[in-house]
Structures are given as structure tokens and as C-alpha cells.
């Protein structure tokens, strides 16, 4: 039984300090969070806009060779 204890109160401490230092954010880490979702943004928008002139030749191509 008191190492029961003794187990219990160790983990709710680990718990805790892990919380404790976890729990703290900087506007410097949300600055690179939405730089990056930025970036990432622009690249999928410019994939999309190739993927879309890729098939839009594609389809012209296709229309060619059936007429």
C-alpha cells in the first residue's frame, strides 16, 4: 500500500511538470507556425494550378485525336 502511494504521487508530479512546461507558447512560435502554414499554402495552390493546366491539356489533347 505506501508503495502505492509512493507510485501515485510520482506519476500526478510527472504529470504536472509535464503540463507545467508544455503549457507555455511565444509569439515567436506562433509567428513560424503561420509563415509556414503560408508556405505551404502557396505550394499547394501552385500544385493544384499545375495539376489543373495538366489536365486542362490533357482533355484538349484527348478532343484532338477523337475529331
Sequence with gaps: MKNLFKFGFLGLFITMGAAACNSTSTSDEEAQADS????????????????????????????????
Excluded: F, K, N, R
Design 36 to 67: 509556414l502554414e503560408a508556405i505551404i499554402e502557396s505550394e499547394v495552390e501552385a500544385a493544384q494550378d499545375s495539376i489543373d493546366s495538366l489536365a486542362a491539356d490533357t482533355i484538349d489533347s484527348l478532343e484532338a485525336v477523337t475529331q
